[in-house]
């Protein structure tokens, strides 16, 4: 029951504080599973994994001077390295391996790349 002696300021200033902890919830930053347990866990490691394997990628295609394609790695195609039948889906490992495989791939390949070598 709203008293007669409180005003308008005061009941929004009340209703901003009830509001005020749905807000605080959201995430920023990392994309990943809010829960952040196991799948969250996996999502990292496969990430990981994948960003490992696509700098060691990107970084031989750029010093060759091969073009950019991280797709014909066999390590992208089947983006499974360090993946156990432990994880469960292997698919969501995969999906997160190709992820983190792109994003080396492309900094190292970046990085070594024809304009971008450094001696």
Do not use: I
Request: charge should be positive.
């Amino acid at each position: 029951m709203v008293s007669k002696f409180m005003n308008v300021p005061t009941m929004l200033l009340m209703a901003g504080l009830f509001a005020a902890p749905a807000c605080a919830t959201q995430t920023y930053g990392y994309r990943g599973p809010r829960d952040y347990g196991y799948g969250a866990q996996l999502e990292r490691r496969a990430y990981d994994n994948g960003f490992r394997e696509g700098v060691k990628a990107g970084e031989s295609d750029g010093r060759r001077g091969r073009q950019f394609s991280f797709n014909r790695h066999d390590d992208w195609r089947d983006a499974d390295d360090g993946y156990h039948r432990d994880f469960g889906d292997r698919e969501f490992y995969r999906r997160n391996f190709r992820r983190g495989f792109e994003a080396g791939y492309t900094e190292a390949y970046n990085r070594y790349g024809y304009r971008g070598y450094r001696r």
